[in-house]
């Protein structure tokens, strides 16, 4: 028996209203509405961390919850031989029968859980089927993952699959070229199938072995949709050799009962080819083959490569009507693929992965939701009473912002919350109330996008408050398009450093009041990259690289990214700078400290991904941490007792506790601080301490 878990979502508009006991039935169909109605009788269902009645009705922003008692899950074989390992990647031997990130009833009968046992910061790159074996990249540290991610979405990580399928084919090598999409089935409600308004696959075909009524093959895919391989040899007439679930036609059964996680037949991650994130070299990983398909003969083998060659550039599609079957002619080659699904959470930082299917994964089970896991332990160990203080946080509508402002608050504090003027901002307010009642918050209007109104928002702390003990800049925006503010800056450069330089600029008299006051800045993984460019700091909004092109964006590089790069490394500069005019000045009663906030699923991405610059879906949505996790590196900045000026707080890779952490010498960097200031200063006036 496991230790339970703990499910949680932010509810969206479109189940704001709703019972809560019809949303869950509806949502998550595993349990009938009866069901539903016992788990919230027993208290195991909470909103925004309170027991509810089935009647309850949900609001926009709340924190829903279903603590799920331990249960006994399915058996699955344990064992990850480690076929490759260094500092940066590790790549394991799945066995088949196992799941790679939980769902269906699995939780550490995963992959997943069982990789972080012995090997706590590591993570899939993509995903096998449970009864797919074979060959698995992980990362190991969140640079390692985004050059890995970036590598996915090229379509330049090579993929290789052996295969037994029925039938006897007209050709020895051949490429499946058919649309992937869900269709109903009512087992599970939709699935994946062969559609042909879905998006593009393609997956080419090398014919190893004839047997009796199946042949042995290899299958190398350049794309990665869910349960390609078995949709593709089923579409080509060849299903695979014991699938339940897919027909020729690439199809299920209109009268079928089986589920994706049904097994039987045989498929094997054969080899795995990547660039070395650190050293750039090329990897080819190979996994031993499982009995049943091993060719028997290696010079039928060579004979039938033969065969390819020689048919390739002569032989005719099967199937022109449905475009399922084309000749190949010499090695595969990839195509580019563009990452674009729906998911329910976003990413609050921009490293990426595991990155799509490959060649057949889980579907239709309700994915593991995001159990909170230190935030407990950081309020108990990492806070201090705030009673008396006065907090200010920028972007506090939801995110780690929302979470900060609400922890601050049960400590005592009283907070501001400096927002665009928006239903969200209002609808925040009222939730925080809600969940802190008693407590004293100030909404204050601050459009960062806009100097004019952060001038303003500090008038109005001025009047209000004559000492301010802390100041988190946490709101930011990511990898939005090239266009400038009406101030003529560079969106992101405005909203991320430009306008916090102002906010902390003119506040700073009321925070040198405070016997002890924290200058909180929240920074991400993007800061790791090249240097400060003074360009970005300029009045050029508009005019700093475009808007880079589809792949680039899915692969989280081109000018949208160099452009947020610039603000996190920015936020970066600006902490340290700051220290180091702190000291020179023998200021010790204000604080200049930084944070990170690993992966954690908020709702930041929005924006971007409908701006088009990035992929909404990103199956390492399964791996994030909660909001409230995310939100601990600026809250042990905020009100840790024992943080001192620079301290930098965050997981050590993209998920965890929040450690204090070494800062990179990159954020030392005089050159680095010296852009930064005097590019802020430029734009908003002189910052004297």
Known sequence: MNDGYT?????????????????????????????????????????????????ALLDHG????????PWNEP??????????????????????????????????????????????????????????????????????????????SACTVTKRYRALATGRPALDCFEIDVAIGPVPYAPIGTLHAKRPDGRPALSQVRVLEQRRDAFLCDVTISTGRPHQIRIHMAAAGHPLVGD?????????????????????????????????????ERVTVTASLPDGLRVSDLAERAEATARCTSHGAHAQSRDRRASALIPCDGPPTLMPSKRIVHMKHRIEQDAAAPHGHDGDTEEGTMPAQIETLHLNTVVANHTRDMTGRIAAVTGTTTGTGFICARELAKRGATVLLLNRASSRASSSLAQLRQAVPGA????????????????????????????????????????????????????????????????????????????DA???????????????????????GGDLGGNGTAAQNASFSGPRWMRYHQTKLGNAAFTYGLKQRLEAAGITNV?????????????????????????????????????????????????DPAAASGDFFGPKTWSGFPELLPPEDLLLDAENIRINWQGCEAAVGEFSL
């Open 7 to 55: 499910y949680s979502e932010v509810i969206d508009l479109h189940a704001a209203g709703q019972p809560v006991d019809v949303y869950l039935s509806g949502r998550y169909r595993h349990s009938s509405l009866t069901e539903w109605r016992e788990h919230i009788q027993l208290g195991r269902v909470l909103i925004d961390g309170v027991r509810v009645t089935t009647d």
């Open 518 to 540: 924290r200058i909180v800045n929240h920074s991400s993984g993007a800061r790791l990259g090249p240097p400060l460019e003074e360009k970005y700091f300029a009045r050029q």
């Open 75 to 152: 058996g699955a074989p344990l064992t990850l031989p480690v076929l490759y390992q260094d500092d940066a990647v590790r790549v394991v031997h799945k066995p088949a029968g196992l799941p790679t990130l939980p769902g269906g009833g699995f939780l550490q009968h995963t992959l997943l859980h069982q990789l972080r046992l012995a090997d706590p910061s590591a993570s899939p790159m993509h995903r096998l089927g449970r009864w797919t074996s074979g060959a698995v990249l992980c990362a190991r540290d969140p640079s390692a993952a985004a050059k890995i991610a970036s590598q996915f």
């Open 440 to 515: 004293t918050f100030q909404a204050i209007v601050c459009d960062l996008q806009d100097f004019a109104s952060v001038r303003a928002a500090i008038a109005t702390i001025k009047a209000s408050h004559d000492r301010l003990d802390v100041l988190c800049n946490n709101a930011g925006v990511m990898a939005l398009e090239d266009f400038a503010t009406k101030d003529g800056y560079d969106v992101q450069i405005q909203t991320n450093c430009i306008s916090h330089f102002l906010l902390t600029k003119e506040l700073f008299p009321l925070l040198a009041k405070s016997d």
């Open 244 to 280: 339940p679930l897919y027909m020729a036609g690439g199809l299920p059964a209109p009268d079928g009962t089986a589920v994706p996680g049904d097994g039987g037949y045989l498929l094997h991650a054969a080899e795995l080819g990547f660039d070395h994130p650190t050293t750039g």
């Open 591 to 639: 604080k200049s400290l930084l944070a990170h906030p690993g992966l954690a699923a908020t709702n930041l991405q929005v924006t971007t991904a409908e701006t088009g610059g990035m992929p909404l879906d990103l199956p390492i949505m399964q791996q994030a941490q909660s909001p409230e996790d995310g939100a601990l590196g600026i809250m042990r900045a905020c009100m």
């Open 62 to 69: 709340q924190v829903l919850e279903w603590r799920r008692p």
